[in-house]
């Protein structure tokens, strides 16, 4: 079956491009000019994957993701973006994006992430719990409790933590972590890993968790119990 990749771009270049060598790929291809017209589709739940330009007229694709993620939707989205920093990295991806493609982009790139995103939903999340300690993570779910409290994440911090939890006590590298967590080394920097990090450890602070996840200076991180 052909993959249904929903194309949203306000640059009419740019939105033909992609038609044509996605196509060419054997993929079936929607395309969208507006961020009210691309969340009036991706809602129908009917693509495999969805390439999101960040500025749109009407609605950004901030503003478009939020709202899919917010109603359930799961569909995988690679935002697509003239901004580079890693701060609007970061904000994308704690969103719920799966990856972000910097423009001008190359093709063979663009199409080597979006090919990886595909797989990844493909496989799905393994129906199970992992407990570390007090922590337990509902891998169906998608949820994390420590002791009886719940702790609530972002997908990419949760999915950050479920990698951190399947080998806790062993340490992972950046590399390693943007690898599983990002999917290929398109998708961000290394120091996005720290930035993301961070976040999660000022969650699970909150939630009485404080020294969870520790710093091994100059290898990586690992995941153990609360300090």
Do not use: C
């Amino acid at each position: 079956m052909r993959p249904q990749i929903l194309v949203v771009d306000d640059e009419p270049g740019v939105r033909k491009a992609l038609d044509r060598g996605l196509r060419a790929e054997g993929m079936d291809v929607t395309v969208a000019a507006d961020g009210p017209t691309a969340l009036r589709l991706a809602r129908t739940g009917s693509f495999d994957a969805i390439l999101l330009d960040i500025m749109l007229p009407g609605l950004s694709g901030y503003r478009v993701l939020e709202e899919l993620r917010a109603d359930g939707i799961a569909t995988p989205v690679l935002l697509v973006s003239a901004k580079d920093g890693e701060v609007d990295q970061a904000d994308g991806l704690d969103l719920g994006a799966d990856g972000y493609v910097v423009k001008p982009f190359s093709f063979v790139v663009l199409l080597a992430q979006l090919r990886a995103t595909l797989r990844r939903a493909a496989t799905g999340t393994p129906r199970d719990l992992i407990r570390v300690g007090p922590l337990t993570i509902d891998r169906e779910a998608r949820t994390v409790r420590y002791d009886d409290a719940d702790v609530p994440l972002s997908p990419r911090e949760y999915t950050l933590l479920e990698v951190l939890a399947t080998r806790a006590g062993t340490v992972r590298t950046k590399q390693e972590l943007l690898n599983e967590v990002w999917g290929d080394e398109w998708a961000a920097t290394r120091n996005v890993v720290e930035v993301y990090i961070g976040y999660l450890r000022r969650k699970l602070s909150a939630a009485g968790a404080d020294g969870l996840v520790r710093t091994v200076r100059g290898h990586g991180y690992q995941l153990g119990d609360p300090l």
